[in-house]
């Protein structure tokens, strides 16, 4: 599915078409702070099947391209776009799981000990509880041994150890900084 054709089938679909954007197979919502949310197109290895996405993505970790882990997929299997009434089915079941950025904070905030659950708790003002998550996702990181884990590790601790020595702001300065990356990465519009 070329992006025109995705955007043709989503925006009669949305409530309010200003608050959305559109790049690639991807459509979220606008203005947006710290997490990208919204709807996207996966293709599949066959080229007329594809997968429809309720998509989020944590911003203030650094990535270089889409991240479906905080994502879920939508129906049993592949949708056949040529059937335009499924597809367009499965973008309205996408569009009404999208969450507010608060909900997606706060769900993100109460997960495991990971990089995400610990720089949400920073974002939603539990400064205490995330110097606490940093240490605990860093250790654990640690133990996993393998390069991109040892690699998080040092990311985390340098965030953990901004915080405690330049304070909350420097440490969501940070945040906002990978914030930037990320969203210039995937070529996201902010506005």
Do not use: K
Not at 12 to 20: R, V, Y
Not at 88 to 113: F, K, M
Not at 156 to 168: A, D, H, M, P, S
Request: some cysteine; charged content about 25%; glycine content about 8%.
């Amino acid at each position: 599915m070329t992006p025109s054709q995705w955007r043709r089938l989503v925006t009669p679909l949305l409530a309010d078409p200003t608050g959305w954007a559109f790049t690639a197979r991807r459509c979220y919502r606008v203005p947006f702070d710290w997490v990208a949310a919204g709807v996207l197109w996966e293709g599949s290895a066959t080229r007329d099947h594809g997968y429809v996405w309720t998509w989020s993505m944590p911003l203030f970790v650094p990535a270089e391209h889409v991240v479906l882990s905080q994502s879920a997929r939508i129906g049993q299997g592949r949708f056949d776009r040529a059937d335009s009434e499924s597809v367009t089915a499965g973008i309205r079941t996408a569009l009404s799981q999208v969450r507010s950025e608060a909900e997606y904070l706060q769900v993100w905030s109460e997960g495991d000990e990971s990089e995400l659950r610990a720089y949400s708790l920073l974002l939603v003002g539990r400064v205490a509880e995330a110097g606490t998550a940093m240490r605990a996702a860093r250790d654990r990181l640690r133990e996993d041994g393998q390069g991109w884990a040892l690699d998080h590790a040092r990311r985390i601790e340098g965030v953990r150890r901004v915080l405690l020595t330049e304070g909350n702001g420097a440490a969501l300065g940070l945040l906002s900084a990978w914030r930037a990356y990320t969203a210039s990465a995937l070529r996201l519009d902010r506005t």
